[in-house]
């Protein structure tokens, strides 16, 4: 390599001027349809699970203490942020933040939790009627997330006409 090549390619890249971006002194502003980190807003949610029920992560975990309340925990170090949680929230209570500056030293810090009072009626005592048939096929009953250590445990329950409820294989997924 010659001494001219080397000035050539000094000189191209000093007409290229600058090329980083001034990010921490001046951040650009996030794209619309930017997802962040969701935001739980305990007012309006009803403890439908859905978002639990829906999350390809396994970010939000369930767990009923008794049949009145349900505490509904996301663990933000699982989280995708793919949104799927807020899209299927009938209540609109997950929204998608324009959050992505969340490094912390501890990932407890991204966990949220929830304690949700279920209000059922008193007649069937069931917190509410499923719309359609497809619906009743999915998981019903209380759910026995682990909350200690962040794991969704799969408790199906089989009813069988002459036998009382039984439980169906283990099944442990993480």
């Known amino acids: ?8 390619e000094a000189v191209i890249c000093l007409k290229a001027g600058r ?11 996030v794209p619309e349809n930017f997802r962040g980190r969701p935001i739980f807003d305990a007012a309006k949610c009803i403890g439908c699970a859905g ?3 829906n999350c390809t992560a396994r970010a939000v975990l369930v767990s009923d203490v008794c049949q009145e309340i349900r505490i509904l925990k996301y663990v933000g170090s699982r989280c995708t942020y793919c949104g799927r949680c807020a899209e299927v929230c009938p209540e609109k209570a997950i929204t998608m933040s324009h959050e992505f500056e969340i490094a912390t030293g501890s990932a407890l810090d991204l966990d949220q939790r929830l304690e949700i009072f279920m209000s059922t009626c008193q ?3 069931r917190c509410f ?3 359609s048939p497809l619906e009743q096929l999915k ?4 759910r026995f997330d682990d909350l200690q250590n962040d794991r969704w445990i799969f408790r199906s329950r089989a009813f069988l006409e002459n036998d009382t409820v039984v439980d169906d294989i283990a099944i442990e997924l993480d």
């Open 1 to 8: 390599m010659s001494v001219r090549s080397k000035l050539e």
């Open 19 to 29: 090329v980083t971006l001034p990010y921490p002194a001046q951040p650009r502003p």
């Open 51 to 53: 978002c639990a029920n």
């Open 123 to 125: 007649r069937c005592g």
């Open 129 to 131: 009627v499923e719309p």
């Open 139 to 142: 998981m019903k009953g209380y």
